[in-house]
């Protein structure tokens, strides 16, 4: 599932035709009534605006590609495809001085395929070795492009849930001692948005009632032994909950944030299930010491 940002949340998809057209004072692209938007908060090739044709050089080719494929398919979409959009499409299909085209006209995967013979400009987009640290990121300013390399680059570390740039915000706080994940509540949403952790409606209700706070569960996930000894947990599961722990770790931003598991505390179930278990040998030794 394509992460959400704040462009596809507030971008609002309208069908109207786009339009280009060459004039004395530059190219000029419209999006119904209105000159579309150049999308350098995308990825920043050419500040002056769009060109297309064969004569139209890479970077005004490959921003008119990102303007084009961003509405349609999403930004994470448009830098991942735009260099071969611009040849495919852009370059090829859009040769007159004046066009007009529907969405419909471009959604050929073959546009967004490498196709031997052609030359296709370079994918500029920077990778997550060209992103300065998360520390060093202006989150505020970065386009889209280097906010996708920041999310892979600290994947294994990253909330993969919701809105990329808010839990990039998130994780960025946690480092810096402004949030502490440890703190919150448990909540069922929040279970079922944990990768990893694939147990039953019942078994997350179970840890819902059970654990206070994100970090106590966190800590007996990750560190705790057997699972199983928690009264609604069953071996199933228990032998499913492990697999939950990366999952954990990019809530918390890291395994360093989350909390030791004292191996003392037991919640109230497990006492009560070690005590039955005590009872109930008890009991059976007793009536083989009657039988004796």
């Known amino acids: 599932m394509p992460a959400k940002t704040d462009y596809s949340r507030k971008t609002k998809w309208k069908n109207e035709p786009y339009q280009g057209e060459r004039g004395v004072g530059g190219n000029f ?15 920043r090739l050419a500040p002056g605006g769009f060109d297309w044709g064969p004569d139209a050089s890479d970077e005004k080719a490959s921003q008119l590609a990102i303007a084009l494929l961003a509405p349609l398919k999403g930004v994470d979409y448009a830098v991942e495809h735009y260099h071969l959009f611009a040849e495919n499409f852009v370059r090829r299909e859009l040769t007159d001085d004046t066009w007009e085209i529907k969405r419909q006209d471009y959604r050929s995967d073959e546009y967004v395929e490498a196709i031997d013979g052609r030359d296709h400009p370079e994918n500029t987009a920077p990778g997550p070795e060209d992103v300065p640290d998360l520390e060093d990121a202006d989150l505020e300013s970065i386009t889209y492009a280097a906010e996708i390399a920041l999310a892979e680059k600290y994947a294994e570390v990253l909330w993969q849930s919701g809105n990329r740039r808010e839990n990039l915000r998130r994780l960025k706080a946690i480092w810096s001692g402004e949030e502490d994940p440890a703190s919150d509540a448990v909540a069922s949403g929040t279970l079922y948005r944990i990768q990893g952790l ?60 989350i909390p030791e598991h004292d191996t003392r505390e037991m919640s ?25």
């Not at 947990?233 to 990366?246: C, F, T, V």
Request: with cysteine.
């Open 198 to 257: 694939d147990i039953p409606s019942n078994a997350r209700s179970t840890l819902v009632k059970q654990f206070d706070s994100m970090g106590e569960l966190a800590a007996w996930v990750c560190y705790g032994r057997n699972h199983s000894q928690l009264a609604g947990i069953s071996d199933a599961s228990a032998k499913k909950i492990p697999n939950a722990r990366p999952g954990f770790v990019q809530y918390f931003g890291g395994t360093e944030h």
């Open 29 to 43: 692209v419209y999006a119904g009534d209105n000159l579309l938007d150049k999308h350098l908060f995308v990825h």
């Open 268 to 292: 109230l179930s497990e006492m009560s299930n070690t005590r039955g278990d005590t009872a109930q040998q008890t009991f059976t030794s007793t009536l083989s010491e009657a039988d004796e």
